[in-house]
């Protein structure tokens, strides 16, 4: 059974970073697409960036130059790094793995001063 364990989310002024972790078992690493999506009160749920096994990555033009997803094989987890962080980008945060159709627990980000 594949799991995903979401940390690192908290409050955070404009301008500044977060990075948000994604820890996944029950799948070898090496097969994981891991997408990212965030939801705000009120909305859809959105996609935001892809993973690939091997390191390649693409992103949603709302952050793409801001936002960006990495990979440890060593520790079997994937990493979004937020930057220039923005109020709109207030959300909780989903990592999702695109094979198993698993999600993680989400993690909330709020950008506010």
């Known amino acids: 059974q594949v799991q995903l364990v979401e940390s690192g989310g908290g409050l955070v002024q404009p301008g500044g970073s977060l990075r948000l972790s994604c820890a996944e078992s029950?799948?070898?690493?090496?097969?994981?697409?891991i997408t990212w999506h965030r939801q705000d009160l009120g909305k859809a749920r959105e996609w935001i960036a892809t993973s690939w096994p091997g390191g390649a990555t693409i992103y949603d033009t709302s952050v793409k130059g801001r936002f960006t997803t990495s990979r440890d094989d060593a520790k079997n987890t994937v990493y979004l790094q937020l930057n220039n962080l923005k109020p709109e980008d207030t959300a909780v945060y989903y990592c999702?793995?695109?094979?198993?159709?698993?999600w993680g627990q989400g993690t909330q980000v709020t950008v506010s001063s």
């Open positions: 029950g799948l070898p690493f090496s097969e994981a697409i």
């Open positions: 999702h793995e695109a094979g198993s159709m698993t």
